[in-house]
């Protein structure tokens, strides 16, 4: 694909894309994947279902496609939580809709073809659980090895049902994602793993298509897209699909991207309160919310050129706001979303509480998985069921309260 190539997003050296590589060999920096687009056509996509694969005009060719049928999610108008929060213009983009239940998916089906275009045997990742989740489906239909690595006792229960049952080799590392991490990096070359975290630049092509999605189903950019961050390839990945549709002259306004950290995981936020350009990584992350409780993304420099470029934001809430956020959104809209994605609404009321998002602004909010990924955290903080005799008189008391 000579029209098609891989390029450090500090140096610019250029790389083939067909080559095993995540950092620039030069500078260190990660890579993304480059191409001349053809002027694009969109009566080419207009008729396909809504989905990752929709937009393959924007997307690596491969000759076969690892697909369990990726994105092409609800974008739903969420009135009643917009008139609790008295605003205008809410939706929620709801990601837990994938086949596995997050957005990795739509990463996942292409990097895992490119797994098999390149002739990786073996694919891995580190994880908090749900790329592990996505990972272990996909190299299941793709017929390759998995190999996940997870922090021991901080992933969801569900997630980890997902990885066991889909038959990835899961190591449970004592220690935390991060380390996990850099266990996978320093493995990979040594045991001939393809890596499948976000340093991989053919993940975040997949992910870019929640922007195209979202262009498509509201008719036009909204004014901010907000969301959870952790190892910050989902910004990253979502500011690249933005870009390149500014730059193909399909859309005309950039929407701000918002980045919302785990108060006890926020090294992005930190970094953008001070107006920095680099950030100072967090040792030991803690958050109820497992899924971003990681204190040195990979793609930190990628995520704050998304930040800084379309004039967004990065901000910080506490677990307590998260959980009150889940609740909220459950109980408004009926979309139950696992505590880091209600991130994305616990940002969305502390910025609107400071002024810092516009009541008429259109904003969607990108719930990143699905809540029934982590069980454990409803159970511990709703209403425990009432116990009763079955009996008619104690319902009716119950009930008539
Ligand atoms: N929301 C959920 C539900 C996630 O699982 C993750 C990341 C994020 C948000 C943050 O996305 O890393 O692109 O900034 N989960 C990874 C994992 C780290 O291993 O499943 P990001």
């Known amino acids: 694909m000579e029209d098609m190539w891989l390029e450090c997003i500090r140096c610019r050296k250029k790389f083939p894309w067909n080559i095993v590589i995540y950092t620039c060999d030069h500078c260190g920096a990660l890579l993304d994947v480059k191409y001349h687009f053809e002027e694009p056509k969109p009566e080419r996509w207009?008729?396909?279902p809504l989905s990752v694969w929709r937009y393959e005009d924007f997307l690596p060719r491969v000759r076969e496609k690892v697909s369990l049928n990726e994105g092409g999610t609800s974008l739903h108008r969420c009135k009643r939580l917009a008139e609790k929060l008295g605003v205008e213009n809410i939706w929620v983009k709801n990601e837990g809709e994938?086949?596995?239940g997050s957005?990795?998916?739509?990463?996942?089906?292409?990097?895992?073809?490119?797994?098999?275009?390149?002739?990786?045997?073996t694919v891995a990742c580190a994880s908090t659980g749900n790329t592990s989740a996505s990972l272990a489906a996909y190299a299941a239909k793709a017929g390759l090895k998995c190999v996940v690595m997870i922090p021991s006792g901080k992933i969801a229960l569900g997630k980890l049902a997902q990885a066991i049952m889909y038959g990835a080799l899961v190591l449970a590392v004592e220690g935390n994602f991060d380390q996990a991490l850099s266990l996978v990096e320093q493995s990979s070359k040594r045991l001939g793993l393809y890596i499948l975290n976000s340093l991989n630049p053919y993940?975040?092509?997949?992910?870019?298509?929640?922007a195209f999605e979202v262009i498509e189903q509201l008719g036009q950019p909204p004014d901010a897209i907000i969301l959870p961050v952790g190892n910050a390839g989902n910004i990253s990945a979502i500011h690249k699909g933005i870009v390149e549709w500014k730059q193909l002259g399909l859309i005309e306004q950039v929407p701000r991207l918002i980045g919302i950290q785990a108060e006890g995981a926020a090294p992005i936020a930190h970094a953008y309160k001070k107006k920095e350009k680099e950030v100072v990584f967090v040792e030991n992350p803690e958050?109820?919310?497992?899924?971003?409780?990681i204190g040195k993304p990979v793609n930190w420099e990628k995520a704050l050129r998304a930040v800084y470029d379309t004039n967004g934001a990065a901000e910080t809430v506490t677990d307590e706001q998260i959980l009150q956020a889940q609740k909220l959104l459950a109980r408004t809209e009926g979309i139950f979303v696992e505590p880091a994605s209600a991130a994305s609404?616990?940002?969305?009321?502390?910025l609107l509480d400071a002024g810092l998002v516009d009541k008429n602004e259109r904003i969607v909010c990108v719930t990143t998985g699905h809540g029934l990924k982590d069980p454990d955290t409803p159970i511990r903080t709703c209403?425990?069921?009432?116990?009763?005799?079955p009996d008619l008189e104690a319902i009716e008391k119950i009930v008539a309260q």
């Open 46 to 48: 207009r008729e396909k």
């Open 98 to 100: 994938n086949p596995t």
């Open 103 to 121: 957005f990795k998916d739509r990463g996942m089906t292409v990097g895992v073809s490119l797994a098999k275009e390149l002739g990786s045997r």
């Open 203 to 210: 993940r975040l092509e997949g992910q870019k298509t929640i």
């Open 287 to 293: 958050t109820v919310a497992t899924a971003i409780r």
């Open 345 to 350: 609404i616990a940002g969305l009321v502390k």
């Open 383 to 389: 209403e425990k069921p009432i116990q009763i005799k």
